[in-house]
């Protein structure tokens, strides 16, 4: 069982309700754009755990190589994304930092892009639905799983961005 699985043991019915809607969130977006809004998402709050997690499925699924992946936390607007990649990290970033602060020209943007008002409002999903998950492991210390130390160690320093690796 994988420690972020394990924070939700006392609660199961949390446990099922966010698989619900975070698989929901996921069926309506191109898993590469899910996981960069997700990676933006977790960055932006510090959560190691979830870039570990979701920068591993970037990878793993060959969406980017541990080169383009390091780049891409380390700073996504010098990553050579394109340009409809740079505005969803960004939107799920702003999201983060001042969902408030959100203007019409911010979803303007994407939608200039070709991006539809429900891919646009799924990007935000996204963001929204990692301020939960990441804000709630990190309350309650839960760290990545040791597995994650395995990687490349330049690629690890880049994605602990917050609580470091368990240790097992």
Request: aromatic residues 4%.
């Amino acid at each position: 069982m994988l420690n972020h699985e394990r924070a939700f043991e006392a609660r199961p019915d949390v446990a099922e309700a966010w698989r619900g809607l975070n698989g929901a969130i996921k069926s309506n977006m191109d898993l590469r754009r899910y996981e960069l809004a997700t990676v933006a998402a977790a960055r932006r709050l510090r959560s190691s755990y979830c870039v570990l997690a979701h920068g591993s499925v970037l990878m793993d699924q060959d969406l980017v190589t541990p080169g383009e992946l390091q780049a891409i936390v380390a700073d996504h607007r010098d990553a050579g994304l394109d340009e409809v990649d740079v505005a969803i990290m960004d939107l799920a970033e702003k999201v983060v930092d001042d969902a408030g602060a959100i203007t019409a020209a911010d979803r303007d943007r994407l939608r200039a892009l070709g991006l539809t008002d429900e891919e646009v409002f799924d990007v935000v999903l996204a963001a929204t639905a990692r301020c939960f998950y990441s804000k709630t492991l990190d309350a309650m210390d839960v760290r990545a799983d040791s597995k994650y130390a395995e990687l490349d160690p330049e690629l690890r320093e880049t994605l602990v961005v917050g609580k470091p690796i368990a240790e097992s």
